[in-house]
Antibody
Framework: EVQLVESGGGLVKPGGSLRLSCAASGFTFSIYNMNWVRQAPGKGLEWVSSISGRSDYIYYSDSVKGRFTISRDNAKNSLFLQMDSLRAEDTAVYYC??????????WGQGTLVTVSS | QTVVTQEPSFSVSPGDTVTLTCGLNSGSVSTNYHPSWYQQTPGQAPRTLIYSTNTRSSGVPDRFSGSILSDKAALTITGAQADDSSDYYCALYLGGGLLFGGGTKLTVL
C-alpha cells in the first residue's frame, strides 16, 4: 500500500525557517516525481514545488521561489521541503504528493505550518 | 497572469448529471495541459479522481468521467449521489508546474 507521511509542521515566527519531511513507503520511491502542494485555511489548493525522480528537474511556484528548497533522499525514501524567510501567507496545510498529472497523484494527509508572531 | 477558472458552486439533486468545467483565462484548455481533477471533503486530503484528461484513478467509480468540452476541461458526474457533495479542484500542467483552479463546491441534495 502506498503511504506518504508528512512531518515537521508547527508554529514558527515570520522570517523563521522550517523543514518538512515526507516519508514514503509501498512503492519504488526513486522512479516517481514528487510534489508539495499547500492549502491555506479555508482556501483552495496551491502547487508549491516538484522534483523528478533523480532530482534533475526541480520547479517552484513564483510565490516560494528563492525561499523554499525541495530535495529528496532516494536511499531513505524521503522528500523534504526547506522553508526559509517564512511569511504569514505561507500558513497552510502542506501535502506531499506522488506522481504527476500524467500518471495520477497520490496524496499524504498533510502537515500544518503556522507562521505567526 | 494565468488563471484557471472553475464554477464557484453547483447544486444538483440526487440522480442528476452534472458537468464541472475548468478553463483558462488566457485561452483554450487542450489535452496538452493534462487536466486532472481532485475531490476533497472538509478536513481530508485531496483524492485524485481523473488525470491526463480522462483516466480514472484506481477505485474511482465510473460515474466520474473527464473530457474536453469546447475549450475547457470537464468533469462529469453521471447520477450524482449525496456523498459526492465535496469540493472539486482541477489542475493544469503548465510546463514544469501545476496551476490549480479555485475549486467548485458541489452540493447534492
Amino acid at each position: 500500500e502506498v503511504q506518504l507521511v508528512e512531518s515537521g509542521g508547527g508554529l514558527v515566527k515570520p522570517g523563521g525557517s522550517l523543514r518538512l519531511s515526507c516519508a514514503a513507503s509501498g512503492f519504488t520511491f526513486s522512479i516517481y516525481n514528487m510534489n508539495w502542494v499547500r492549502q491555506a485555511p479555508g482556501k483552495g489548493l496551491e502547487w508549491v514545488s516538484s522534483i523528478s525522480g533523480r532530482s534533475d528537474y526541480i520547479y517552484y511556484s513564483d510565490s516560494v521561489k528563492g525561499r523554499f528548497t525541495i530535495s529528496r533522499d532516494n536511499a531513505k525514501n524521503s522528500l523534504f521541503l526547506q522553508m526559509d524567510s517564512l511569511r504569514a501567507e505561507d500558513t497552510a496545510v502542506y501535502y506531499c504528493a506522488r506522481g504527476s498529472t500524467t500518471n495520477g497523484m497520490t496524496w499524504g494527509q498533510g502537515t500544518l505550518v503556522t507562521v505567526s508572531s | 497572469q494565468t488563471v484557471v477558472t472553475q464554477e464557484p458552486s453547483f447544486s444538483v439533486s440526487p440522480g442528476d448529471t452534472v458537468t464541472l468545467t475548468c478553463g483558462l483565462n488566457s485561452g483554450s484548455v487542450s489535452t496538452n495541459y493534462h487536466p486532472s481533477w481532485y475531490q476533497q471533503t472538509p478536513g481530508q486530503a485531496p483524492r485524485t479522481l481523473i488525470y491526463s484528461t480522462n483516466t480514472r484513478s484506481s477505485g474511482v467509480p465510473d460515474r466520474f468521467s473527464g473530457s474536453i468540452l469546447s475549450d475547457k476541461a470537464a468533469l462529469t458526474i453521471t447520477g450524482a449521489q449525496a456523498d459526492d457533495s465535496s469540493d472539486y479542484y482541477c489542475a493544469l500542467y503548465l510546463g514544469g508546474g501545476l496551476l490549480f483552479g479555485g475549486g467548485t463546491k458541489l452540493t447534492v441534495l
